[in-house]
């Protein structure tokens, strides 16, 4: 996990690996290592190298490109609200068996 400053004033944000945590309590499989497609600009990478804010009161998943929202997940003690919609595709590697 990286942290990065995008020179404008202390906007820190940390790169999508903070995410393996909080989404593997949700999937039986690594979400960080899917592939995703922005709905905005149409750039495809790896979850794991999106610039994540979580100075919040959950965490915010941006695309590198343009800056488009691609996730949102938010927790409480006993529920997790997950926004998917910034991606037009996900692609999950999940192991044959």
Do not use: K
């Amino acid at each position: 996990m990286t942290m990065e400053n995008q020179g404008d004033g202390g906007d820190h944000h940390m790169d999508g690996n903070v995410l393996a945590g909080p989404l593997g309590e949700l999937f039986s499989v690594d979400v960080t290592a899917a592939t995703g497609t922005c709905a905005q600009c149409g750039r495809t990478g790896p979850v794991a190298g999106l610039p994540v804010y979580a100075n919040a009161p959950g965490m915010v998943a941006r695309c590198p490109g343009c800056d488009n929202v691609l996730m949102r997940l938010v927790r409480s003690p006993d529920s997790a609200w997950l926004d998917f919609g910034g991606f037009t595709a996900l692609r999950i590697p999940v192991p044959s068996g």
